[in-house]
T-cell receptor
Framework: NAGVTQTPKFRVLKTGQSMTLLCAQD?????MYWYRQDPGMGLRLIHY???????AKGEVPDGYNVSRLKKQNFLLGLESAAPSQTSVYFC?????????????????FGPGTRLTVT | DAKTTQPTSMDCAEGRAANLPCNHS???????VYWYRQIHSQGPQYIIH???NNETNEMASLIITEDRKSSTLILPHATLRDTAVYYC?????????????FGAGTRLFVKA
């Protein structure tokens, strides 16, 4: 299993440009998340999804949109990038309560995408 | 979810046990203590979790005080590869990780 993968790994944008970050997981997890991490700080939740076709706002959703058209994919979009969105973006996934043998419900994280907005 | 307090950084000699403390004085009865670590800007990695009893797995041990207001993560024989930021998180152990709040964590330096 590849686990959680993210593309691209690095990206530089100019202010006002748009882009989409792709997250994919092959563990059949129902829940998926997008976080951002600024230097020296912990992770902050941007958006999450509890299933295909559903999304919800996290702690810092402004300036971002998400879509979950397929269970294995979770897309994070920046419509008009700003320098304040310079950060490392992490995607994660986890089991749901239904039909799982997991008792820990831990999150599995991808390797991250480093985004710089100039 | 309850807030946690961790030291900003700690040092440990290679081969010795690393004991990482965490205070969670406002923890609720149904909240678990989770530990994750993040090695050099990689994605966080789950280590262990527990409710009341002490827990041990292949990576670490978790000691939770009887009043559950604090806990200690123990890496029994720290190696250089254990140098990382360690996050103590308190949350309900339902499937919804959207309640997982990552603070600044403890930066552990394992020295040769």
């Amino acid at each position: 299993n590849a686990g959680v993968t993210q593309t691209p790994k690095f990206r530089v944008l100019k202010t006002g440009q748009s882009m989409t970050l792709l997250c994919a997981q092959d563990m059949n997890h129902e829940y998926m998340y997008w976080y951002r991490q600024d230097p020296g700080m912990g992770l902050r939740l941007i958006h999450y999804s509890v299933g295909e076709g559903t999304t919800a706002k996290g702690e810092v959703p402004d300036g971002y949109n998400v879509s979950r058209l397929k269970k294995q994919n979770f897309l994070l979009g920046l419509e008009s990038a700003a320098p304040s969105q310079t950060s490392v973006y992490f995607c994660a996934s986890s089991y749901s309560n239904r039909g799982t043998t997991s008792s820990s419900y831990e999150q599995y994280f991808g390797p991250g995408t480093r985004l710089t907005v100039t | 979810d309850a807030k946690t307090t961790q030291p900003t950084s700690m040092d440990c000699a290679e081969g010795r046990a690393a004991n990482l403390p965490c205070n969670h004085s406002t923890i609720s009865g149904n909240e678990y203590v989770y530990w994750y670590r993040q090695i050099h800007s990689q994605g966080p990695q789950y280590i262990i979790h527990g409710l009341k009893n002490n827990e041990t797995n292949e990576m670490a041990s978790l000691i939770i005080t009887e009043d559950r207001k604090s806990s200690t993560l123990i890496l029994p024989h720290a190696t250089l590869r254990d140098t990382a930021v360690y996050y103590c998180i308190v949350r309900v152990a339902s499937a919804g990780g959207f309640k997982t709040i990552f603070g600044a964590g403890t930066r552990l330096f394992v020295k040769a």
